[in-house]
Structures are given as structure tokens and as C-alpha cells.
């Protein structure tokens, strides 16, 4: 790993516990906060918060600082709400830190693609400046190949408008319910699910009065044991808005488990503060799927982002999408699951890209995910091996897809094989007819 400068800055203030009990007022989404920022194309200044924490700084992002943003001190680079007023949205802004290519300019000139361009400083310090082949830069810089729609595509492939009972609950399947708490993204991945809703103000309800009537709908389907928060992204949400929410949730007596999907410990690692740590642990249980992509994206600052969660007592899940080109082989993903297991997420996902709309030069062949799952069960720590799932196309839900690791029957023995290709014969004895019947008379 990377040698960490830790930066010292104040601790926090007293009474910020008080506050987060306050429910937020709607100025206090970050939708709104943001769409403030959005509009400033220069550097906007923000003052030091009265209080920020310890927090690493690595070489590389420390170098990139100094040539980018020389007059920005470490305490507003390490303040969440600088990075997010900070990011980079313009052509020129973008081309001030990197060498673009003429697909990635004419993309980012045209406008054309449903998501958004934004990127937070801290992960514009993590691309590579002269190749728009690096893995990561390809997943947040547009080009011109995401606007070339194919077949089979669709803007809603997994038809959540179809299983959206109010604005920003999906329910689909009987004891859970995706709630979309915001449209807002810290930094627009250009292959995202929810494309057609991501950066579109308004198409997600990210005020009180909109998530009451969410709640409501959670209140009155007792079945509900599960909620996930998602959008867009619930930890850009100010504490206080967050609290507000797990609080309400919390108080619905037949829902048992809160789950929160985010990109921010990676994309926004300084997001995760003493203070949100506060507020998450006290809705336990609580568990977060932290969407990870490539091993370039564990860094020291993304190490104790995670570290901080695992800290609160929040179990740490990843979600990866397989994208060619990107993380499209045995080598990357063992460095990626490995990388996450050091610091303590555990490779819960690894999905094949959905057919959203020019994502085609995203989407690698089915079999490429199974030779992948291959590759590392029985090669390595089975706690590094994810499932590798389908989100069925229309609704059907997540197909879990394995290698074929049965390989025939002799009589009573199964035949298997293992990862290295030996075949062994298990006793797995076919029932008679007698044995059946035996069976049935018992249960009756
Ligand atoms: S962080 Fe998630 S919701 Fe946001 S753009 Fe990326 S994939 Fe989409």
C-alpha cells in the first residue's frame, strides 16, 4: 500500500448529535444543495468546516493537488461538501486535468448521452492524465460509443417504472423494496442502470414531503422486511436528511433490515465522517453495498473510508459490474477481490452489465463472467469469490449463474469435478420407487 500522510484537523463540534434529530427541511437534500454547485463552473470556495476529521491524504492524490488545485488547502480538499462543489462538469474542466482523446471531447461536446458528467477531484486524481484506455477514466468519461444504441436495449431494461408502486419505491419481489432516495451521484458512472434517471432533477422524490408518501407505502405492506436505499446515491444525502430517513424507517416495526447502495466510500471517501458513522450506527442492523469496479480503486483513502464503516459495526458488501476492457479478466479481479477482503468488504456481487441504453461497448459475453468465477473458485479464498448474477432483462429478478461443476451420474455416484478439472464420484444414492412412496406416506 501506498505511504499515508495523515492530515490533522479539528474534531468535531459538541451538539451535532442534537441536530441530526431535527427532521431536514427540503433546502436540506442535497439535491438542491448540489444543483447549486452544478451550476458554478469555476473553483467555488468553501469555508473550513468547523470541524473536519483525520484523514489520509495519499501521495498521488497529494501530487495531483498540488498541480491542480494549488491554493486549496487540505482541510477543504478533505471536506466532502468542497469535493462534491468541486467537481469536474465542463469540457474545460476536464480538460484542464486530462489529455482527451477526440471520441471522449466530441462526447463530452455533444451532450447527447442521459447521464451527466461529473467527476469529484479526489477521483480525477486517480485517472490516468494521457490514456483514455486507463480502466477507471473509461468508466466515468464519456465517448462517443455510449451514444450508438443496439438491439435489445432499453432506457428501464429491468422495468422498475413498471414495478414502481409510488414515486421511488420499486417493489418487486414480496418482502423488500428498493427506495430511490435522490437522483444525485457524486461522480456519473457511464454505464449506470438507472441512466435514465440519474442527474434528472425532479425524477426522484429527494424531499420530505415526497419520501413520506415512500414511507407511507412502506407502513401499509406489512410484508416488507427490507428496505434498500439507492437513487442515485443516499450517502450524498446530508447527515440530517439521512437521519431523518433511517429514523422514520426504523420506527416501522415490521422492517427489519436497512441496506444503503453506494459508490461514495469510492468515489467520495471523505463523505464517510465521524459524524455519518454516528448516524448510521444507530440503525442497526444496517449493512452497505459498496460499488467497486477495478483494484486501482483501493487506495488509502478508499481503505479508511471502508475501515470507518467496518468500525461502526456496518458489514461491508461490494457489487461489481463486469465491463470489457475494464475488469474483464481473472488477474484484475483477483486484485480487486483480494484488495476488498484487506479492507474488510466482503465480494458479495459481480453482475453482468445490463443492456441499458450505448452500453454495448460495456457488455463483455456471458461466458466471460463464468470463466472469471472459474478462475478464482478453488484458487482462492472462497470469501473472494462473488456471485456472478443476471439481473434478468423485464423484472425477472437476479439469475445466479455458475460453472458446471456436475458433470454426469454413474447409477448411485454423482460425477463432479473440481477446479482442477479431477473428477470424483459422490454417493448420491437415486431414490427407489419404493423409497418415494415410503416418503409420501410418512408426510401424509
Ligand atoms: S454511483 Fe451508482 S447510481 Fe450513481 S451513476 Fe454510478 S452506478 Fe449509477
Not at 26 to 51: D, G, L, M, Q, Y
Amino acid at each position: 500500500m501506498e505511504k499515508q500522510d495523515l492530515f490533522t484537523e479539528e474534531v468535531e463540534p459538541p451538539g451535532s448529535q442534537a441536530e441530526e434529530e431535527k427532521p431536514p427541511s427540503v433546502s436540506a437534500t442535497s439535491r438542491e444543495h448540489i444543483s447549486h454547485f452544478r451550476s458554478e463552473a469555476k473553483t467555488v470556495v468553501i469555508n473550513p468546516p468547523r470541524w473536519a476529521p483525520r484523514f489520509v491524504v495519499s501521495n498521488r492524490t497529494r501530487e495531483f493537488k498540488r498541480r491542480f488545485f494549488q491554493d486549496v488547502t487540505l482541510s477543504q480538499w478533505n471536506d466532502w461538501r468542497w469535493q462534491l462543489a468541486n467537481r469536474l462538469v465542463t469540457l474545460e474542466q476536464v480538460e484542464r486535468i486530462l489529455k482527451l482523446s477526440a471520441l471522449e471531447k466530441e462526447a463530452i461536446v455533444s451532450k447527447n448521452g442521459a447521464v451527466p458528467l461529473a467527476i469529484t477531484p479526489y477521483y480525477a486524481s486517480l485517472l490516468d492524465p494521457e490514456d483514455s484506455d486507463h480502466p477507471i477514466r473509461r468508466t466515468v468519461i464519456p465517448t462517443l460509443h455510449e451514444y450508438v444504441a443496439s438491439s435489445e436495449e432499453s432506457g428501464d431494461p429491468l422495468n422498475e417504472e413498471g414495478d414502481t408502486k409510488v414515486p421511488g419505491i420499486v417493489h418487486r419481489y414480496p418482502d423488500r423494496v428498493l427506495f430511490l432516495v435522490t437522483d444525485f451521484c457524486s461522480t456519473y458512472c457511464r454505464y449506470c442502470t438507472r441512466s435514465r434517471l440519474v442527474g434528472q432533477r425532479g425524477k426522484l422524490p429527494s424531499a420530505k414531503d415526497q419520501w413520506e408518501r415512500a414511507l407511507t407505502y412502506i407502513r401499509e405492506h406489512r410484508s416488507v422486511r427490507d428496505v434498500l436505499l439507492s437513487g442515485g446515491d443516499a450517502l450524498t444525502l446530508p447527515d440530517e436528511a439521512l437521519h431523518w430517513l433511517l429514523n422514520r424507517l426504523r420506527e416501522i416495526p415490521h422492517v427489519e433490515f436497512l441496506r444503503i447502495g453506494t459508490k461514495v466510500p469510492v468515489v467520495l471517501p471523505q463523505r464517510v465522517t465521524p459524524s455519518l458513522t454516528r448516524v448510521l450506527r444507530k440503525f442497526h442492523p444496517l449493512w452497505i453495498s459498496v460499488h467497486f469496479t477495478h483494484p486501482d480503486e483501493i487506495t488509502p483513502e478508499t481503505t479508511q473510508a471502508c475501515e470507518r464503516l467496518a468500525d461502526a459495526g456496518v458489514p461491508l458488501g461490494s457489487q461489481t459490474v463486469l465491463l470489457k476492457g475494464i475488469n474483464d479478466d481473472i488477474g484484475t479481479m483477483k486484485r480487486l477481490f483480494h484488495g476488498l477482503l484487506r479492507i474488510r468488504v466482503r465480494p458479495y456481487y459481480l453482475y453482468q452489465c445490463d443492456p441499458i441504453l450505448g452500453s454495448a461497448h460495456f457488455r463483455t459475453p456471458v461466458s466471460k463472467g463464468i470463466e472469471i468465477i472459474e478462475g478464482l473458485r478453488g484458487h482462492t479464498s472462497g470469501y473472494a469469490v462473488p456471485h456472478f448474477v443476471i439481473d434478468a432483462p423485464g423484472g425477472g429478478g437476479k439469475v445466479p449463474l455458475l460453472p458446471n461443476y456436475v458433470i454426469g451420474r454413474e447409477g448411485d455416484h454423482l460425477l463432479i469435478r473440481n477446479y482442477r478439472g479431477d473428477v470424483y464420484r459422490y454417493p448420491d444414492p437415486i431414490p427407489r420407487p419404493s423409497e418415494v412412496k415410503e416418503e409420501n406416506t410418512n408426510q401424509g
